[in-house]
């Protein structure tokens, strides 16, 4: 005989729920197999009777699998579900099992008169849930007249029901009755508990986040274990080790149920809903526990408790509130089980059996007590998890620009796109930073890996790119830095990038490659080309040269970099992902026409529109950049020498490019800050000064010389003839700074027009 778990439900009658032993196992023995020997003792402290003790047909033992020994060759097949088809021959499909039948109402040879069973038992209703791997439920239809050997049910079997194995119902093996077909029976053997406990725990592990384990919890415990289920957890949940501050507050984050009943012979028909029961009424939304209340000691206790005992009858008020009446099952139909995780308690769960179900054992604290420990520590790692990975996502972020800046002769737009859930961090960045005479230098790079370490190596790389950009270093330069930077870090911190310097008065850019896919140039046209550049070592390799390369940027070109995390997936390779990507920019532009580019945003959102479901294994940057340029009627450019009478010759020259702008009215500031910043620079400088006038949406002077020193701001004092220059600046200019160059500096400043 094949032991199967069985699930909770009412208790059959005749048999005794209380008792924490169970009812002895009665199962016929087929004709003509003698019965095992009878120990000297059935129950402890019992004699066995003489029926007992003669009867060939039955035999009684208390311990399961003994029926195993006893008959090796009976076998009990699996109860089936309802709506299998009777078969020809009147039993399930494959045959019928030998056996015989007894009328409705007849005891099995040997049972006690208290086992008999009730004639007339209805049959059982099928309680919607959802059932874990230990939900088992006894088959098989009521118990009937039938004719002996025949394998057909009885007559107040249902329709389409075969009974499992051709003759009356067989008995529960506590109680000795008939079972009612698709009814659950009460666990009472220790298999059944531990087989339950099993699947229910790792249903809970299943979870990877708050929800899930909770859900998890409710859909294992109810209906197996209980008819309804009230989780409260802390509010807020405290995180690792840290200590929460103010009172305990547990909020009612879930509570399950068993639906409503359906209709067992017409399949999952719903019926009318039925009024609200008192499991359907219980729990209130938030409660408070004070400290030295009796829910606050329950707590403390840890161990699951019966709500029948003082203390918990005093602590259930509190936590489902006292301004209502709550009524609960009478009995030990009801458990509160505290939830501790590593630290503390986080919370409770409330286990209710209705009226007319069994109600709870000793050993059921025992499951109680598992699911509990196993809930709060999936908890408590689900919010440990949550914790680290919005660290890790907030780190990459605020290591990115949060907004990009606004230079002259460019347009930029910008994307970041984490990577799926597994490898949400990454070391994916861009950035766009002013260098000085109106250029722009665009970065994007890519360090290997999905970690925390390669979101702080990605920060450190950026930060190194920022400060060798403010040098004004040719991009191979910059390149070779970031080489040696990764080195220092570590011989295994590897990453890609690619930097490029763009020049709106010249529309030009230069461009070098560390192992990054190239840049892909989409022209005013509609034509998209992938640009020719050396792809290069990636940084981290050391002993490399980098190249860079000078290309055409007309206006209203746009060029796109990104990262290979935009191309490249499991389910295609690089090379394949550029050429669509060049495609799809084709097919946007030609939207627009010929005469006008696609909007720059609208562009970055059709590009990440290519990507597929399964496109999402690495994080994504996207930097665009629309080159407006600065036409050259926009730009006076001249060559001072070093000499006392410089300032006044600037004075002049700037005077005449006002006018021939129509900016007269600036005359007098733009004269008065050319004439302070030149005479700073022809003091020290010892090759031609320059200066330049650039007339875009505001008006750029910038003033150039050979000395590397930057000039201060500093407060003169009344008898200093001097120093009161970049005062003025300060004052006058909407913007002024000063930039540090390979060969020198540069110092300018912003007017506004009008």
């Known amino acids: 005989m094949t032991e199967h778990p069985t699930s909770f439900d009412r208790p059959s009658t005749g048999g005794d729920p209380t008792d924490p032993r169970g009812a002895l196992l009665r199962t016929p023995v087929p004709p003509g197999t003698s019965g095992p020997a009878l120990p000297a003792q059935g129950r402890a402290g019992q004699t066995p009777t003489a029926a007992d003790a003669g009867s060939p047909g039955t035999f009684e033992h208390s311990q399961p699998g003994a029926e195993q020994a006893a008959e090796p060759d009976a076998h009990r097949p699996r109860p089936v579900s309802e709506g299998v088809p009777v078969q020809p021959d009147g039993g399930r499909p494959g045959g019928t099992q030998p056996g015989g039948t007894q009328p409705a109402g007849a005891q099995p040879a040997g049972a006690s008169p208290g086992d008999a069973p009730s004639a007339g038992t209805a049959s059982g209703d099928v309680a919607e849930g959802d059932v874990t791997p230990g939900d088992v439920t006894s088959g098989g239809g009521p118990a009937g007249p039938a004719q002996p050997g025949s394998g057909a049910p009885g007559p107040g079997a249902p329709a389409g029901v075969a009974d499992r194995r051709g003759d009356a119902p067989e008995p529960d093996r506590r109680t000795g009755q008939p079972t009612v077909p698709g009814r659950p029976t009460p666990m009472r053997r220790d298999g059944d508990r531990l087989r339950f406990v099993g699947a229910a725990t790792r249903r809970i592990a299943r979870g990877m986040d ?67 029961t008192e499991l359907e009424t219980v729990g209130a939304e938030l409660c408070e526990v004070r400290p030295g209340s009796a829910l606050a000691e329950v707590l403390r206790g840890v161990r699951p408790v019966f709500t029948d005992t003082e203390a918990a009858q005093a602590a259930l008020p509190e936590l489902l509130g006292e301004e209502r009446d709550f009524p609960l099952p009478d009995g030990r139909r009801a458990i509160l089980a505290p939830l501790r995780g590593r630290r503390r308690v986080i919370g409770a769960a409330l286990f209710l059996r209705g009226p007319e179900r069994v109600a709870f054992e000793a050993d059921d604290l025992l499951v109680a007590a598992q699911l509990a420990t196993h809930s709060a520590l999936g908890i408590d790692k689900a919010v440990l998890y949550g914790r680290e990975a919005y660290i890790a996502d907030e780190l990459q972020r605020t290591m990115l620009p949060e907004n990009l800046p606004r230079c002259t002769g460019v347009r930029l737009a910008s994307r970041y796109l984490p990577a799926a859930e597994t490898a949400r961090v990454g070391g994916d960045w861009y950035d766009a930073i002013p260098l000085p005479g109106s250029r722009v230098a665009l970065v994007v790079g890519d360090v290997m890996g999905h970690s925390m370490t390669s979101a702080a190596i990605m920060g450190q790389l950026r930060t190194t790119a920022q ?288």
């Open 210 to 276: 708050l929800d899930e384990i909770v859900m998890g919890l409710c859909r294992a415990t109810v209906p197996t274990f209980a008819d309804a289920i009230l989780v409260y957890l802390r509010e807020p949940l405290p995180v690792g080790d840290e200590r929460p501050t103010g009172p305990l507050v547990l909020r009612l984050r879930r509570t399950d149920r068993i639906p409503a009943e359906r209709d067992t012979e017409g399949g999952f028909t719903p019926v009318a809903q039925p009024e609200p």
């Open 467 to 754: 400060t060798l950009a403010g040098l004004d270093l040719p991009p191979q330069e910059v390149l070779h830095h970031l080489d040696e930077q990764a080195q220092r870090l570590g011989s295994d911190r590897m990453a890609t990038c690619l930097y490029a310097v763009y020049d709106p008065v010249t529309h030009r850019i230069t461009v070098a490659n560390a192992g990054h896919p190239p840049p892909v140039l989409l022209h005013l046209g509609g034509h998209a080309e992938v640009l020719r550049v050396p792809a290069g070592a990636p940084i981290g390799v050391g002993g490399v040269d980098f190249e860079a390369v000078e290309l055409d940027a007309p206006a209203g070109a746009t060029l796109l970099l990104y990262t290979d995390g935009l191309v490249e997936s499991r389910l295609r390779d690089v090379w394949t992902g550029i050429e669509q990507l060049r495609e799809r920019l084709a097919a946007t532009a030609q939207l627009t026409g010929p005469d006008h580019p696609p909007p720059l945003e609208a562009l970055c959102d059709e590009v990440l529109d290519m990507l597929g479901p399964g496109d999402r294994d690495d994080d994504i940057a996207l930097l665009a950049a629309r080159f407006d340029g600065i036409a050259p009627s926009d730009v006076a450019y001249w060559f001072l020498e070093p000499e006392d009478a410089a300032p006044g010759k600037a004075r002049r020259l700037a005077r005449r490019a006002l006018a021939r702008w129509g900016m007269e009215d600036l005359t007098d500031a733009v004269e008065l800050l050319v004439s302070e910043v030149v005479t700073n620079a022809v003091r020290y400088a010892s090759k031609p000064v320059t200066l330049r006038l650039l007339r875009t949406d505001v008006l750029r002077c910038e003033v150039g010389d050979d000395v590397p020193q930057l000039p201060r701001l500093r407060q003169a004092r009344a008898t200093d003839e001097g120093g009161r220059g970049l005062y003025l600046v300060n004052r006058l200019a909407r913007r002024w700074g000063a930039t540090r160059l390979s060969t020198g500096k540069v110092v300018w400043f912003e007017l506004n027009r009008g």
